[in-house]
């Protein structure tokens, strides 16, 4: 069994937001906890820069070029939520290389192989020609993009369990039957996408799924919607490669929305997909987005990779 691993890099720290929820602390956080852990025996991995034509598979190039050049004139802010200083640019561009690498390490160990890449800014906002949401590329989007493109995988399954609804991966993949996006996210709640309704076009019609949950949801509502719903449609799909949005923003002590998981709650989630994968021969891979109470976020990291490193 391949040893887990943990993609980071200390451009993280270099994306400088002041008093923004999204802040560098985020990371401190987890990897003052993982560090006390001995990292749960994950080997880590310091990510690399995505190449300008991976990124390019989602983000277009003139939108890739405004935020290098806003970067480098000392950044500012993009809109009402998303702030950009001079090292944002390059922390984006390793955000989006270590889920990149992680995927290509993960398909090319196979069937048990487990990966967490940890850095900010998070990306499930980012649209292909748009910052929003704290984001500015969207790095599981850049990352499941490669695997079919580049790699040959033919079907990826996304699943994200952030509070807010990953609008930016479905703009991604709207039209293809490539990805099956599964997204679990409070509702009403930014950005006001994630309706049932919005299922997909054309070749991508019913390859999104959208299961949004009102405020006051806890771990019991979480786990059976991972039960009921995404386990039946994963051996459906058949998925060659399963990736997760893991935001921690649902925890009962995250002050921007009104859920109430625990960190075991988000610890079973792990577990569970992690027994699908391994029921399904494929490998399984996070990707860090939301959650911004620091202890909550840090507690709820530590747990979901005990369960992962479980399994390994």
Not at 221 to 236: C, F, G, K, Q
Request: some cysteine.
């Amino acid at each position: 069994m391949p040893r887990p691993l943990f993609y980071s890099h200390p451009s993280s720290l270099e994306h400088e937001t002041g008093g923004h929820p999204e802040r560098a602390e985020r990371i401190v956080a987890i990897e003052r906890e993982l560090a006390a852990r001995d990292w749960f025996g994950f080997d880590r991995v310091i990510s690399p820069a995505v190449p300008r034509d991976v990124l390019e598979l989602v983000h277009s190039a003139g939108y890739i070029n405004s935020i290098e050049l806003a970067a480098a004139a000392g950044g500012g802010q993009l809109d009402a939520d998303t702030v950009l200083s001079e090292g944002s640019f390059v922390a984006a561009l390793h955000a989006a290389g270590g889920a990149v690498e992680m995927v290509a390490r993960l398909l090319e160990a196979g069937a048990g192989a487990i990966g967490f890449s940890a850095h900010r800014p998070p990306g499930h906002h980012a649209l292909s020609a748009r910052a929003m949401g704290f984001c500015l590329f969207n790095s599981i989007a850049v990352a499941a993009s490669y695997a079919g493109n580049r790699l040959g995988c033919g079907r990826v399954m996304i699943v994200d369990w952030d509070v807010h609804h990953g609008n930016g991966t479905s703009d991604a993949f709207w039209g293809t039957d490539a990805v099956l996006f599964v997204s679990i996210h409070q509702w009403p709640l930014y950005p006001g996408s994630g309706h049932p309704s919005e299922t997909g076009a054309g070749p991508g019609r019913g390859h999104t799924v959208n299961l949004p949950v009102p405020a006051g949801t806890g771990d019991d509502e979480y786990l059976s919607l991972i039960h009921d719903t995404v386990i039946p449609l994963a051996r459906l799909y058949k998925p060659q490669l399963l990736l997760v949005s893991a935001g921690f923003d649902a925890h009962h002590d995250d002050p921007l929305a009104g859920c109430v998981v625990t960190e075991q709650g988000f610890a079973g989630m792990a577990a569970t997909l992690r027994a699908l994968c391994a029921e399904l021969e494929i490998p399984l891979g996070l990707v860090l987005e939301g959650g911004y109470e620091l202890e909550a976020l840090s507690r709820s990291v530590v747990a979901t990779m005990e369960v992962l490193a479980a399994g390994s």
